[in-house]
């Protein structure tokens, strides 16, 4: 009698085990967060912070890994230490797998399609690209444009080739050093900086430095709130150089597998946010200094994208 009783509990501690076990694992599954990673400028703090919002709005648990260069956040997708973030046609194209025809970067649809099939290679997914196109792009500021008579960058060549030691220029490392950079851009203008007329910064000081008069010409980036802001214009790049920046979500297949409603969850940031909207947005947080999560958020419930 004792001998049954003793083999009674221990069934019955041996079924608990095994359920809380079970419900362990099973918990453990569910709360397993999507790491979404992000660049470290501004539009990539707002892309993250849109999609964490609405994720989390839809009942899926999220964490942010924010604020690293390309290189690193795209390495970070490929070993699976980030499950989704926002990578840019172009980069994709010209950085990552190193291609250069300019039939493709240039069009925004064939360069989405060369992507979108080489990255399914790695097990990667290209979801529906965003409207605007972010690319790279060179800024003076108006009155001085004006003053010299440069509306393009065919024109800066020409002023520069006729006054090498005029105007001084200023440059992330990043954009200095790439296959779609400002080295390459020389040689497809068919201009040469002295090397003492080009300044190195971080990306978020090229603006202001062009503002404070401590640079001539600058890179930047199409949608910058700043550009307007400031006073600044685009120099038309009349021979189409830039690739085509169109941003979208880029995740590990695995991760589709387990939260299959990702695509359409994230889809209306796609559909919604347009160049007009991204400038704006940049600017709230370049230059009005709010809070990039309240500006994601507000921008969300503008668009009733917010249950």
Known sequence: MLKCMFLFKYSVIMVIAV??????????????????????????????????????????????????????????????????YYEYTGSAYTVYHKQSDRDVMTDPQKVYEWVKTADARLGLVWLHPVKFNNT???????????????????????????????????????????????????????FRLPY??????????????????????SMGFATDGRIEAFGFITLKD?????????????????????????PDILKPIAEHLTTREIRRLNASVDVS?????TVARQWLESKGLLK
């Open 238 to 262: 009349d021979q189409h150089y830039f690739p085509a920046y169109h941003p979208a979500p880029v995740v590990r297949e695995a991760i589709l597998k387990q939260y299959p409603d990702i």
């Open 196 to 217: 003492d007329k080009v300044r190195k910064m971080d990306s978020g000081l090229v603006y202001q430095a062009l503002r404070d008069k401590n640079v001539d010409v």
């Open 289 to 293: 200094h709010e809070d990039i999560s």
């Open 136 to 190: 790279y792009t060179l800024m003076m500021r108006e009155r001085q444009a004006k003053k010299l008579e440069i509306v393009s960058i065919s024109d800066l060549s020409n002023y520069i080739n006729k006054y090498p030691d005029k105007l001084v220029v200023g440059v992330n490392a990043e954009f200095w050093e790439r296959p779609d950079g400002f080295k390459p851009l020389m040689k497809t203008y068919g």
């Open 19 to 84: 359920l809380m076990i079970s419900l362990f694992s099973t918990t453990s599954q569910a709360v397993d967060p999507i790491v979404v990673g992000g660049k470290n400028f501004t539009e990539q703090y707002l892309l993250s912070e849109l999609a964490k919002t609405l994720l989390e709005a839809n009942g899926l648990p999220v964490m942010l890994k924010t604020g690293v260069g390309s290189a690193v956040v795209r390495r970070s997708l490929v070993n699976h230490q980030i499950d989704l």
